[in-house]
């Protein structure tokens, strides 16, 4: 077995029972030593409470935890008063996001983009904490184009981003050109790509057309032909899901993000066959 930098990513649970079934998720998961595990945080701050508590369980159990936070429609109080309590929970790592609007708000709050966040975490405290942000090797479905995109990921970088996670993706290709281009530009951040498993086709189609990620032709085609059976999309989803991972690890990813789902089967199954 290797060693290989790995991540996790949750989201926290709406119910008592989802967070018990997540305690258990969790344990399984620290057996592959990740070197933290990150929480998401809702539209607009929707999960704060429940985020920064899985956060603190994390800490809880011995394992480096980072709290996500958006800006969207965010003021710099409320923003102020989040890193305070993180800081006073012993959080040192932050994935800092624009983040999505809840239906039927405006646009509003005194972050307009992730940068402006980036820029005023290191304006309040300094180094205390590391920042990774999101990056698109597709392009964001907002962008106007793939040189926008890239500019914006410079604007985040320059304001003192340590590190960046990417959207998931399929092709990776896409992954090695979009390292490519951020290096002939100067932003020379650890690109960490973002592997989501698959575990059920409707599930990614509806992800992947709400975030803008490609499925590529030859993968939907085989999903669709699979219809209700769900062992066999599993099966397939692995075998798809672990050639990735190896290609991307064979070109030189600096370390994987696994978008856990809140399950721990697919992931421990991919990197037990990446013998990790």
Same mark, same amino acid.
């Given at each position: 077995?290797?060693? @290989?930098?790995?991540? !996790?990513?949750?989201?926290?649970?709406?119910?008592?029972?989802?967070?018990?079934?997540?305690?258990?998720?969790? /344990? +399984?998961? *620290?057996?592959?030593?990740?070197?933290?595990?990150?929480?998401?945080?809702?539209?607009? &701050?929707?999960? +704060?409470?429940?985020?920064?508590?899985?956060?603190? %369980?994390?800490?809880?159990? &011995?394992?480096?935890?980072?709290?996500?936070?958006?800006? !969207?429609?965010?003021?710099?109080?409320? #923003?102020?008063? /989040?890193?305070? $309590?993180?800081?006073?929970?012993?959080?040192?790592?932050?994935?800092?996001?624009?983040?999505?609007?809840?239906?039927?708000?405006?646009?509003?709050?005194?972050? /307009?983009?992730?940068? %402006?966040?980036?820029?005023? $975490?290191?304006?309040?405290?300094?180094?205390?904490?590391?920042?990774?942000? =999101? #990056? *698109?090797?597709?392009?964001?479905? +907002?962008?106007?184009?793939?040189?926008?995109?890239?500019?914006?990921?410079? =604007?985040?970088?320059?304001?003192?981003?340590?590190?960046?996670?990417?959207?998931?993706? *399929?092709?990776?290709?896409?992954?090695?050109?979009?390292?490519?281009?951020?290096?002939?530009?100067? $932003?020379?951040?650890?690109?960490?790509?973002? !592997?989501?498993?698959?575990?059920?086709?409707?599930?990614?189609?509806?992800?992947? %057309?709400?975030?803008?990620?490609? !499925?590529?032709?030859?993968?939907?085609?085989?999903?669709?032909?699979?219809?209700?059976?769900?062992?066999?999309?599993?099966? @397939?989803?692995?075998? #798809?899901?672990?050639?990735?991972?190896?290609?991307?690890?064979?070109?030189?990813?600096?370390?994987?993000?696994?978008?856990?789902?809140?399950?721990?089967?697919?992931?421990?199954?991919?990197?037990?066959?990446?013998?990790?």
């Amino acid at each position: 077995m290797t060693t @290989f930098p790995l991540s !996790i990513e949750f989201f926290p649970p709406k119910t008592p029972e989802g967070m018990e079934k997540l305690r258990l998720v969790r /344990q +399984q998961l *620290y057996a592959l030593k990740p070197e933290f595990c990150s929480v998401t945080f809702g539209a607009g &701050g929707s999960t +704060q409470e429940g985020t920064f508590s899985t956060v603190r %369980d994390i800490q809880a159990e &011995g394992m480096p935890a980072a709290s996500h936070l958006s800006c !969207i429609g965010a003021t710099q109080e409320t #923003v102020r008063a /989040q890193l305070a $309590i993180l800081k006073a929970m012993g959080i040192k790592r932050l994935v800092a996001l624009r983040g999505d609007l809840p239906s039927g708000y405006g646009m509003g709050g005194a972050f /307009q983009y992730a940068s %402006d966040l980036v820029a005023f $975490i290191r304006a309040e405290t300094g180094d205390d904490f590391h920042i990774e942000v =999101a #990056v *698109y090797p597709e392009a964001h479905p +907002q962008a106007r184009s793939p040189a926008s995109d890239l500019k914006a990921y410079a =604007a985040k970088a320059e304001a003192g981003a340590n590190a960046a996670i990417t959207q998931y993706f *399929y092709n990776a290709d896409a992954y090695f050109r979009f390292v490519e281009e951020a290096d002939a530009l100067g $932003i020379t951040l650890p690109v960490v790509p973002g !592997i989501m498993p698959i575990i059920s086709s409707m599930q990614l189609m509806r992800f992947s %057309d709400a975030c803008g990620a490609e !499925i590529p032709r030859w993968i939907r085609l085989r999903l669709q032909s699979f219809g209700d059976d769900s062992a066999s999309i599993k099966a @397939f989803g692995l075998d #798809v899901v672990t050639a990735l991972c190896e290609q991307l690890r064979a070109g030189g990813a600096p370390g994987l993000h696994f978008y856990s789902m809140n399950q721990s089967g697919p992931t421990l199954e991919i990197c037990k066959r990446l013998g990790i």
